[in-house]
C-alpha cells in the first residue's frame, strides 16, 4: 500500500487533486489521466540505464517526474489502483508484433480490476497504462468490439491462452495485438527474465530503440527515433525533426517527458545516438527502394 503522500504525489503526477471512493466512474478518470500523462517509453533501456521493475521502485521514478514501460507503468498503477480500495490481478501476456504469431511470453504485465464487492459489481475490467497507443479508457472483459477515438479495438477468446483472452489492436496500429493468460501472478519476479532480456540481450526490440507513445481521447502520439507520428480522426501525419532543441521540446511539451535523470552530457549522447540510428535507418530505407 501506497502512503496518503504518496498517493497525493502520484495524482499530481495524473493532473489530479481529489482522493475518491473507487467506483467506476473515478477508475475511468484515472486511466485516462495515467495514459496521458505517463508515456510508455524506452529510454532508460536505450540510454542503457534499465532500472528495477519492482513496483515501489517504479512508483519512485513516478514520483520524480519520469516514467517507463509496461513493467514499470502496470507495476505502479497497480499499486495505485490497490491502495485505492480495488481489487487489482497482475497476468502474464504477450505483445503479437506485425506479422509475428500471437503468444503469451511474459513479456507484458497485464492487469484486469474490479470494484469492492459493496458494489455488487460482478464485471471485471482491462486496465493497461502500459501498451502505448492502446486504451485510452477500462474495457470490460466481455468479448466485444470497442471504438475509442480513431482506434478500434476487438476483444475475443484467445487462442493461444486456454482460458485467456485477446485484446486486437486496430487495423492500422503499429502491432497486431496482445494476449493474456487468465492465471493470476502474485510475485514481479516473474517478469525478472523478460525484463533483463529487454534490458539488456543485443536482441531485444528496444535497445536500439528509442521510443515514446502515449493515448489521448482524439487519438495518439509516437516519436520513434525521430519521427514524431500523430494520429486522430483525420489519419497520421508524421513529422521528422531535425535538430536536436526540437527532438527536446517533442519529448517536453507533447510526451511531458524532461528528461530529469539525464543532464546535458547524457542528453548530448541520447541525441548523438538516436540521430545516428535514425541516419542509417534513411540510408537503409532508400537503398531498398533503389
Same mark, same amino acid.
Not at 480522426?233 to 530529469?260: A, M, N, P, R, Y
Given at each position: 500500500?501506497?502512503? !496518503? ?25 484515472? +486511466?485516462?489521466? +495515467? ?19 519492482? &513496483? ?6 513516478? #514520483? ?13 498503477? !497497480? ?21 509475428? *504469431? ?13 470494484? &469492492? ?14 501498451? =502505448?497507443?492502446?486504451?485510452?479508457? &477500462? #474495457? ?31 487495423? $492500422?496500429?503499429?502491432? !497486431?495485438?496482445?494476449?493474456?493468460? &487468465? ?27 528509442? #521510443? ?5 481521447? =482524439?487519438?495518439? $502520439? ?18 521528422? #525533426? ?18 530529469? *535523470? ?11 545516438? $538516436? ?11 532508400? *537503398?531498398?527502394?533503389?
Amino acid at each position: 500500500m501506497l502512503t !496518503s503522500s504518496e498517493v497525493r504525489g502520484y495524482l499530481n503526477r495524473l493532473g489530479l487533486s481529489d482522493i475518491e471512493k473507487p467506483t467506476l466512474p473515478y477508475l475511468f478518470q484515472l +486511466h485516462r489521466a +495515467h495514459v496521458e500523462q505517463l508515456s510508455w517509453q524506452s529510454i532508460d533501456i536505450f540510454a542503457g540505464r534499465a532500472v528495477s521493475i519492482d &513496483p515501489k521502485q517504479s512508483l519512485e521514478l513516478i #514520483l520524480i517526474g519520469r516514467s517507463g514501460y509496461c513493467f514499470h507503468l502496470n507495476g505502479a498503477f !497497480s499499486l495505485l489502483l490497490r491502495t485505492l480500495g480495488y481489487d487489482v490481478a497482475w497476468h502474464r501476456a504477450g505483445v503479437q508484433p506485425i506479422g509475428e *504469431a500471437p503468444r503469451v511470453n511474459g513479456f507484458h504485465l497485464a492487469l484486469t480490476v474490479s470494484l &469492492p464487492d459493496d458494489q455488487a459489481q460482478e464485471t471485471r475490467w482491462i486496465i493497461d497504462a502500459g501498451l =502505448g497507443d492502446m486504451p485510452y479508457e &477500462p #474495457l470490460p472483459l466481455v468479448h466485444g468490439v470497442y471504438d475509442q477515438g480513431p482506434y478500434t479495438y476487438k476483444l475475443l477468446q484467445s487462442e493461444v491462452a486456454a482460458g485467456g483472452w485477446r485484446l486486437e489492436h486496430d487495423p $492500422n496500429a503499429t502491432f !497486431s495485438g496482445v494476449d493474456v493468460a &487468465p492465471e493470476v501472478i502474485d510475485d514481479i519476479s516473474a517478469f525478472l527474465p523478460q525484463h533483463n532480456h529487454y534490458s539488456t540481450s543485443p536482441e531485444s526490440p528496444w535497445v536500439n530503440t528509442f #521510443l515514446l507513445r502515449h493515448r489521448h481521447a =482524439g487519438g495518439s $502520439n509516437e516519436l520513434r527515433g525521430c519521427v514524431w507520428a500523430q494520429r486522430d480522426e483525420h489519419g497520421i501525419k508524421k513529422t521528422e #525533426l531535425q535538430t536536436q532543441s526540437q527532438w527536446l521540446d517533442v519529448l517536453g511539451d507533447v510526451f511531458g517527458e524532461k528528461l530529469v *535523470a539525464y543532464d546535458q552530457t547524457a542528453r548530448d549522447a541520447l541525441w548523438k545516438k $538516436n540521430v545516428t540510428l535514425h541516419e542509417e535507418w534513411k540510408r537503409q530505407r532508400e *537503398a531498398a527502394k533503389s
